[in-house]
């Protein structure tokens, strides 16, 4: 059983920055693939952010350049830093762990709101 929290949402002005952290339990993380996601009121929730278990990341354009995803094997955490925060990326986030073929993981979810 894994279970993952996340923290580190919150209010933040458009143009400011905040860092997510999301802390996975059980001995599978260093060689899951993980994910952040985010669900916005009336949208799907979509994936914008990865990194498999050897360290590769991806990212949707919309936040390319602007997130940084990254992991810490050692802290069983997964981060992800967050620049130049735009209203339109007000969401609740979540991270996901994936272990195919058996294994996937929720975290609860973090508000993000961004004013502008």
């Known amino acids: 059983q894994v279970q993952l929290v996340e923290s580190g949402g919150g209010l933040v002005q458009a143009g400011g920055s905040l860092r997510l952290s999301c802390a996975a339990s059980g001995s599978i993380f260093s060689i899951s693939a993980m994910g952040w996601y985010r669900q916005a009121p009336g949208k799907q929730r979509e994936l914008f952010a990865a990194?498999?278990?050897?360290?590769?990341?991806n990212y949707a354009e919309s936040v390319k350049g602007r997130f940084t995803v990254s992991r810490d094997n050692a802290k069983n955490t997964l981060y992800l830093q967050m620049n130049s925060l735009k209203p339109e990326d007000a969401a609740v986030y979540y991270c996901n762990l994936k272990l195919v073929p058996l294994f996937d993981y929720w975290g609860q979810g973090t508000q993000v709101t961004v004013s502008s």
């Open positions: 990194v498999t278990s050897g360290g590769s990341t």
